[in-house]
């Protein structure tokens, strides 16, 4: 049966049962209401100008007959979508979720980098009842070895700067049989304290063998979850990138295992696409993300940036690729050098890529976006205005408004788009048994009440390599767990209904 077909059963089967809607639906009253809005779930291809009444944290009824509710939100002309989620954003501090916000995001999941395992049940409590949006994180391959080889204990990505600087050890060393067991065993500890899966940034620790990837992930699996990783040699050459990702991906053959591939739009990403698909063809639970921009960003201190590998081996220019974005300026080889003395930890903007790629990337079958949005640093707090915030990549604050421009400015189908935003993250992570996204990334009846509206014709980024903190516009209101979080575009503080996305600890 087409999708077509499948679609058009479903579209005339919800107008039958909306027509024999009770009498007494349109008397109850609901917490909210959202009327006239035009409805887009991307699990059903949903697309109808509907009501929404919400009760709790849940979507109780879509309907077309009108809705009595505590508050009506009238979202005549605009999308009413599952909210966005994100499973690659490092800004897990609440000025970081604060821009996050005003760009569609619901639920944020760092699971590249991920949090010390043995950390995993802290960094849950410190933000149990204070988060503004859902949050998850996976347990860290990089601090694993860092605790290991360097003798340091980093939480997180917030004191990722810290670690990577106290040694070198989680990057460069190579572990004996006895420090790989101590570094599996971390990881492990944060699996059993229910961590979303195994993050690893093993781009970045050319001292892991083959063979020490192969076990970590071989833990993962043996929880049935996914290892979410930034792979070998990433940034590279059409023929490097994809024998990275290869590693991975025989891995996860090998162990049955899930796998989300990281940012693949590098050279040779083309090739990743092939495989990603072939793979999941034959039934496996592999996916890749993307983010919308031409350039990444990165430490300073990255392997790949040393002049043997980014010069020499790669044929790249610092002048034309290394980008400070508080400095405005592009680094030569000798302003490297100084700043790898005084800042090694300092964040970069790294350009690699075209952008006439972007759109490309977009079109790509079952295609995820991750911003890998930088965390923006602590001493920032909540009410630190936009345009005060220091200056970083743009993607932390505009990679879902800048995918909804492109989609626009190049006919790229909404839904399609809105599928890589919402659903089909939420439909891989619950396939790993994580209950919480089976209730995500969905607009139905008796779904999580996460919700994104927003102005189709005129959402738009407005953060730049200039100014990279400013935020998205035409996205409206944003209801986390049916608590309206982001009110006619303004961020409202008192809201923190962000729920954990764990698995239950054992």
Same mark, same amino acid.
């Given at each position: 049966? #087409?999708?077509? *077909? ?45 009501? *929404? ?16 509710? /505590? ?11 599952? %909210? ?45 009842? /204070? ?8 347990? #860290? ?6 605790? *290991? ?47 979303? %899966? ?19 992930? /071989? ?27 290869? !590693? ?21 990403? !083309? ?59 592009? $680094? ?15 964040? +970069? *903007? ?29 001493? $920032? ?17 505009? #990679?879902?408004? /800048? ?18 935003? #919402? ?51 035409? +996205? ?5 767990? %049916? ?20 698995? !239950?600890?054992?």
């Amino acid at each position: 049966m #087409s999708l077509f *077909v499948c679609r058009t059963i479903f579209s005339l089967t919800f107008t039958v049962l909306t027509l024999l809607v009770p009498q007494s639906l349109q008397a109850q009253s609901f917490d909210i209401v959202i009327e006239n809005g035009r409805i887009m779930d991307p699990e059903t291809g949903l697309d109808e100008v509907l009501n *929404v009444g919400i009760v709790g944290d849940t979507i109780q009824v879509i309907s077309s007959a009108p809705l009595k509710g /505590k508050r009506t939100i009238d979202a005549t002309g605009k999308v009413v979508a599952p %909210g966005f989620i994100d499973t690659h954003l490092h800004g897990n501090t609440p000025a970081s979720y604060k821009l996050a916000l005003r760009d569609g995001l619901t639920t944020a999941m760092d699971l590249e980098y991920g949090t010390r395992g043995s950390a995993i049940n802290e960094w849950y409590a410190a933000r149990e009842g /204070k988060a503004q949006v859902n949050y998850g994180t996976a347990s #860290s391959h990089e601090l694993a070895r860092s605790l *290991v080889l360097d003798g340091f204990r980093a939480i997180d990505v917030t004191e990722g700067a810290l670690s990577r600087t106290a040694g070198n050890g989680w990057a460069t060393g190579v572990a004996t049989n006895e420090q790989l067991q101590a570094i599996l065993a971390e990881i492990d500890a944060g699996l059993t304290a229910g961590a979303i %899966g195994l993050g690893s940034t093993v781009g970045y620790m050319p001292g892991a063998t083959s063979r020490e990837l192969y076990e970590a992930q /071989k833990v993962a699996a043996r929880y049935g979850r996914i290892s979410g990783v930034h792979t070998r040699h990433t940034p590279g050459t059409e023929s490097t990138v994809p024998n990275g990702v290869q !590693e991975v991906m025989a891995n996860a053959a090998a162990l049955n295992a899930p796998l989300l591939v990281m940012h693949f739009n590098n050279p040779g990403w !083309e090739l990743v696409q092939e495989l990603i698909v072939g793979l999941r063809a034959e039934g496996h639970n592999v996916w890749g993300e993307i983010y919308p921009y031409a350039a990444g960003s990165t430490s300073l201190n990255a392997v790949f940036l040393r002049p043997e590998t980014w010069v020499k081996q790669l044929g790249n220019r610092y002048e034309d690729t290394l980008f400070d974005p508080i400095n405005q300026t592009f $680094y030569t080889e000798e302003s490297y050098h100084e700043m790898m003395k005084t800042d090694p930890g300092r964040g +970069i *903007v790294l350009y690699k890529m075209p952008p006439s790629k972007i759109p490309e990337w977009l079109r790509m079958e079952g295609i995820t976006m991750g911003s890998d949005g930088m965390p923006i640093p602590t001493s $920032y707090d909540w009410d630190t205005p936009y345009d005060a915030l220091p200056n970083m990549h743009p993607r932390a604050a505009g #990679s879902r408004g /800048k995918t909804l421009r492109i989609a626009r400015e190049n006919d790229i189908p909404l839904m399609h788009i809105l599928a890589a935003l #919402s659903y089909r993250p939420a439909k891989h992570l619950g396939a790993t048994g994580l209950k919480a996204m089976d209730l995500r990334g969905r607009l139905q009846e008796n779904m999580v009440a996460d919700i994104v509206i927003f102005d189709a014709d005129a959402v738009t980024d407005n953060a730049t390599y200039e100014h990279g903190t400013r935020p998205t516009t035409g +996205i409206d209101y944003v209801l986390v767990s %049916g608590t309206v979080t982001v009110d006619q575009g303004v961020v409202a503080k008192e809201a923190s209904a962000g729920q954990p996305i764990r698995f !239950e600890p054992m």
